[in-house]
Nanobody, 119 residues
Framework: QVQVVESGGGLVQPGGSLRLSCAASGSILGIIAMNWYRQTPGKERELVAAIGSGGTASLADSVKGRFAASGDNAKKIWYLQMNNLSPEDTAVYYC?????????????WGQGTQVTVSS
């Protein structure tokens, strides 16, 4: 049974920093990407960062220069370092792991972790 768990969310003041972690347990073969999404009530889930199988990270324009994504696909642990946070970053952040093997695509989601940026 695969489980994906995010941690590290919380309340932070504007300008502050948080580091989110995502850890997957269970057997996941053929990881091709790990993505960080965020969602606020009434809005669609937004892709914030993506880490490909080669380890290269891409960031959404809205977080470039402030966020950094990293991780280890083999160890199944990933991080989202968030700096200079603003109220607009308030959202539930989700970890999404995608794998491809035996000609099938698999997706695994975490339960989300709340990030609130407020003074």
């Amino acid at each position: 049974q695969v489980q994906v768990v995010e941690s590290g969310g919380g309340l932070v003041q504007p300008g502050g920093s948080l580091r989110l972690s995502c850890a997957a347990s269970g057997s996941i073969l053929g990881i091709i990407a790990m993505n960080w999404y965020r969602q606020t009530p009434g809005k669609e889930r937004e892709l914030v960062a993506a880490i490909g199988s080669g380890g290269t990270a891409s960031l959404a324009d809205s977080v470039k220069g402030r966020f950094a994504a990293s991780g280890d696909n083999a160890k199944k642990i990933w991080y989202l370092q968030m700096n200079n946070l603003s109220p607009e970053d308030t959202a539930v952040y989700y970890c999404n792991v995608r794998a491809y093997y035996s000609l099938s695509l698999y997706e695994y989601w975490g339960q989300g972790t709340q990030v609130t940026v407020s003074s």
